[in-house]
Structures are given as C-alpha cells and as structure tokens.
C-alpha cells in the first residue's frame, strides 16, 4: 500500500513497545513531514545512544562508555555500598533516586518474572546479584519491584534466595496514595496499606 521505505519505516516503529499499528502510521507520517534537519537529528541521536551508552558492568544500569564502564552512581565514593536497592529496570532507578531518600548502590535486575512471557530467574540479573553481596559486603538487600504480580513474584524469588545469607532482606511498602480517600482504594491497595503499618510516636 506505501512505498516500501515508508512501510519498513512502519513495521520498525511497530516493533516498539506500546506502539501498535496506527501509532506506527502516525509517527512514520510526523517523521516524513518533519525538516530533512529534525529527522536526521533523531537519527543521529538513536545512532549517538548505541554508540555510547551500555550497562553498567556492576549494577546493570545505564551508563556511557564501553562494555567496562561503571555509571555516576556506581563510581560515587559517598553512596554507602552496605545497601543494594533492586530494581526492574533503570527508569525505577530514577523514581527511586528522585525521592532522595536512598543513598546506597543499586542493582538493575533489567525486567521480572514472568513465566506467561517465557522470563524466569535465568533471564535476569539475579546470579550477578548473588555475585556481589558478599564481594561488596553487603549487609542489606531492599527488594524495590514493582506492586504487581510479576515484581511480587521476583521479590519472593529473591526473598527465598537470600534467607540463607546472614543480610536483612526488605521490601518496600505499597498502599495508599498521599492525599487518596479511603472510599476510592480497591480492596488490594487498602490490604497492603494495613500490612504495610507502622508505629506511631507521638
């Protein structure tokens, strides 16, 4: 139906996720409207970022460099390398960050299980997890998976794989948003909430 460049242009957008075929469309036309200079610039960005950016070779982060380069976290001598907080991806690395509650290290697990998608402990970053508590003398492991089936999944996966070792094990709580009314929580955000409680002094 179009040009042959135009729909290869197509199916590789396709290929991204969350955009489906009509989105595909849409973007491909933009691109094909957008100054010859626009374009390129996206090009040569995409071409910049494959260039230069890997993962982290300790945390599986991201970072800019060769296959051996650490990213800024890993290479800060202030953040307190006792305590792991593990992720899904480098995007809950950023939320995490951006509370500037934590100031430990970090571990990119880059995804979770999820056996309906053919991922299990094998496709993640889990062996180079294990590899690095007793190397980096790790003495707490906060499990920072996402409130769902698959990063609870991982969570107790990791939680089971760690009981052995003499290190405290966390998770995070989940619950109730700030400012939420109570009448409007489904019934699993209010019963993690309840789990989740904590002591008042006052």
């Known amino acids: 139906m179009y040009a042959v460049a135009v729909q290869e242009l197509i199916d590789e957008l396709g290929r991204l996720p969350g955009v489906g075929p009509k989105s595909a469309q849409r973007i ?8 010859t200079e626009d374009a390129l610039r996206l090009a040569g960005a ?3 970022v494959k ?22 976290i890993c290479l800060d001598p202030r953040r307190d390398t ?3 907080c593990v992720v899904e991806e480098p995007r809950d690395l950023v939320a995490v960050e951006k509370t500037r509650e934590f100031r430990g290290r970090y571990h990119v697990l880059q995804g979770a ?32 998976t996402n409130p769902n089936i698959e990063g609870d999944a ?14 405290r094990v966390t998770r995070i709580a989940s619950g109730l948003p700030v400012g939420g009314d109570l009448e409007y929580a489904d019934e699993l955000t209010l019963g993690r909430a309840l789990e989740g409680r904590r002591q008042l002094d006052g």
């Open 28 to 35: 491909a036309f933009h691109l094909l409207k957008l100054p």
């Open 46 to 48: 995409i071409t910049v």
């Open 51 to 72: 260039e230069r950016v890997s993962w982290c070779r300790r945390c599986f982060n991201i970072a800019e460099g060769g296959d051996d380069a650490e990213c800024d």
């Open 82 to 84: 006792t305590t792991l």
């Open 113 to 144: 299980i999820s056996p309906i998608d053919g991922v299990g402990p094998e496709q993640l970053r889990v062996r180079e997890l294990v590899g690095r508590i007793e190397v980096e003398g790790v003495a707490e492991i906060i499990l920072c």
């Open 154 to 167: 991982t969570a107790l996966y990791l939680a089971s794989l760690f009981k052995h070792l003499p290190i």
